[in-house]
Antibody, heavy 116, light 107 residues
Framework: EVQLVETGGGLVQPGGSLRLSCAVS????????MSWIRQAPGKGLEWVSG????????YYADSVKGRFTISRDYPKNTLSLQMNSVRAEDTAIYYC?????????WGQGTLVTVSS | DIQMTQSPSTLSASVGDRVTITCRAS??????LAWYQQKPGKAPNLLIY???SLESGVPSRFSGSGSGTEFTLTISSLQPDDFATYYC?????????FGQGTKLEIK
């Protein structure tokens, strides 16, 4: 069974940092590109960041470029998103997803709230 | 960046109706388009990929068509479980973008 489980969400102050993780099982992590997608409360979906199969290419939405860093750990089958200099507008549910034919598998999401 | 525009934003329909949702890309994306269904409190679920390919396990009443810049998602006969929000998304090149969503409501 394919599983993607996000952790690391929570309350963070503006300007602070947070690291999200996504533990993957049930498919070959090392053979798939991966992405993070977020959804602000009551809003639509926004692609945030993607990483290639080998991890040598990373991609970011303009809204997070220079602040967020995506990475992957092959032995641990884990995708990560390091969020720095967070802003109120980063408040959202963050989903990790298997990036193959569109996003064919999603995690359940982890909520990040940026507030003082 | 490629912009995706969905219409309508809200659609009211009845069980058994045939409905169509449109998605337009700001430039050609060939057939690199996916459709998702999302229910409240849940992650989105892939319905259609490569514009017209039905994802495994998705009922055949869902279909997609189009290429280039114009795409449609059609539900041939609405079922009670279909009332949800639908999103299109291109994966032609990074950055990927989603349409703003279409909320399908019960009339």
């Amino acid at each position: 069974e394919v599983q993607l489980v996000e952790t690391g969400g929570g309350l963070v102050q503006p300007g602070g940092s947070l690291r999200l993780s996504c533990a993957v099982s049930g498919f070959t992590f090392s053979s798939n590109a991966m992405s993070w997608i977020r959804q602000a409360p009551g809003k639509g979906l926004e692609w945030v960041s993607g990483i290639s199969v080998r991890g040598d290419r990373t991609y970011y939405a303009d809204s997070v470029k220079g602040r967020f860093t995506i990475s992957r750990d092959y032995p641990k089958n884990t995708l990560s998103l390091q969020m720095n200099s967070v802003r109120a507008e980063d408040t959202a549910i963050y989903y990790c997803a298997k990036d193959l034919k569109g996003f064919e598998q999603w995690g359940q999401g982890t909520l990040v709230t940026v507030s003082s | 960046d490629i912009q995706m525009t969905q219409s309508p934003s809200t659609l009211s329909a009845s069980v058994g109706d045939r409905v169509t949702i449109t998605c337009r890309a700001s430039q050609s994306i060939s057939s690199w388009l996916a459709w998702y269904q999302q229910k409240p409190g849940k992650a989105p679920n892939l319905l259609i990929y490569k514009a017209s390919s039905l994802e495994s396990g998705v009922p055949s009443r869902f279909s997609g068509s189009g290429s280039g810049t114009e795409f449609t998602l059609t539900i041939s006969s609405l079922q009670p479980d279909d009332f949800a929000t639908y999103y299109c998304q291109h994966y032609s090149s990074y950055p990927y973008t989603f349409g703003q969503g279409t909320k399908l409501e019960i009339k």
